[in-house]
């Protein structure tokens, strides 16, 4: 299957943790990504999992585990200009180029 | 830092004109890509291109075709354009490393 699940939105306190999930089914991807994009604006890379465990990276970490389908990325001491909408994109098993997307979930970060 | 350049940020076209949409990377890359973006939806692959002259189907090309005639350009044609074509299109380019770049974007609205 070529689904990818996120959820639709979540909020959160500023300076707080948020954690935002993606499932998918493991045959379908091989690694995963995340992308922040604002209102209006064109998606930002933010991490790349090809291997399982977690990737730190400043304020914001991406885990993967391939056996079970599930990432998620975790955002640290929460800043207003967070609020965006977080998309999860798989890369197809066997290799190749294409993404796959997730719907996006939309996180807005409240004082 | 590789640039995306989509030709229109807003577009307004007529039922039935032939739309062109236009995307140039400035960074040779080998692999450009055309999306769509509708709430709820998330991004959905309409066609994409591996080299110049190349072209494979994404998962929704009906209604649209594509045009590759040089590496950097990699354009987008709406042959009769529909209301339900109105949405933000989103080009992207890839090289050799795993991530893609977007351009920021054309929102097209078809009345």
């Known amino acids: 299957g070529q689904n990818i699940d996120q959820p639709t939105e979540m909020t959160a306190t500023e300076g707080a943790i948020v954690q935002i999930n993606c499932t998918y089914q493991?045959?379908?991807?091989?690694?995963l990504f995340w992308y922040q994009q604002h209102a209006g604006e064109a998606p930002t890379f933010l991490s790349y999992?090809?291997?399982?465990g977690l990737e730190e990276k400043g304020r914001f970490s991406s885990f993967l585990s391939r056996s079970k389908g599930y990432s998620y990325l975790l955002l640290k001491e929460l800043q207003m200009k967070d609020s965006a909408s977080y998309l999860c994109?798989?890369?197809?098993?066997?290799?190749?180029?294409?993404?796959?997307f997730g719907t996006g979930t939309q996180l807005k970060v409240e004082l | 830092d590789v640039k995306v350049t989509q030709s229109s940020r807003y577009l307004v076209k007529r039922t039935g004109e032939k739309v062109f949409l236009e995307c140039v990377q400035d960074?040779?890359?080998?692999?450009m890509f055309w999306y769509r973006q509708d709430p709820g939806l998330g991004l959905r692959l309409i066609y994409f291109?591996?080299?110049?002259?190349?072209?494979e189907k994404g998962d929704i090309p009906e209604g649209y075709s594509v045009s590759r005639e040089k590496k950097e350009r990699f354009s987008l044609i709406l042959e009769s354009a529909s209301t339900n074509q109105t949405s933000m299109y989103l080009c992207?380019?890839?090289?050799?490393?795993?991530?893609?770049?977007f351009g920021s974007g054309t929102r097209l609205t078809v009345v």
């Open positions: 992207a380019s890839k090289g050799t490393g795993a991530g893609y770049t």
């Open positions: 960074m040779d890359h080998e692999n």
């Open positions: 291109s591996y080299d110049v002259k190349m072209k």
């Open positions: 493991t045959s379908g991807f091989n690694g």
């Open positions: 999992n090809v291997l399982d």
């Open positions: 994109a798989g890369t197809p098993q066997g290799g190749g180029n294409k993404l796959t």
